[in-house]
């Protein structure tokens, strides 16, 4: 004899939508944007004046860090939100 029960229909369930921040503020600047950089104690003295934002980068701490580039070095450098003000 045949097993006649029917089967329940498997139900599908959705994964989790991922967790955001709600907390957490926002970069203060935008790629592109133009900005002065003021280099810490430990800098080069030189390495103040103006830059680029390249990318936005992730906090570090309670702090939003972004990769800036100057139009007079070959290189990007990796700075803090703090030692970035808007361009002069």
């Known amino acids: 004899m045949k097993n006649s029960a029917k ?3 498997r139900e599908t369930v959705a994964a ?18 133009a900005v002065y950089f003021t280099a ?3 800098g ?3 390495a103040s004046g103006s830059y680029k934002i390249v990318k936005l ?9 972004y990769r800036i580039k100057s139009p007079g070095e070959a290189f990007e450098r990796v700075a803090k939100e703090s030692q970035l003000d808007r361009d002069r």
């Open 7 to 9: 089967k329940a229909p």
């Open 16 to 33: 989790p939508a991922p967790v955001r921040e709600t907390g957490s503020r926002s970069h203060k600047f935008h790629v592109g944007q």
């Open 40 to 42: 810490g104690t430990m």
């Open 44 to 46: 080069r003295p030189g």
């Open 57 to 65: 980068l992730p906090s570090e701490g309670d702090e939003h860090q």
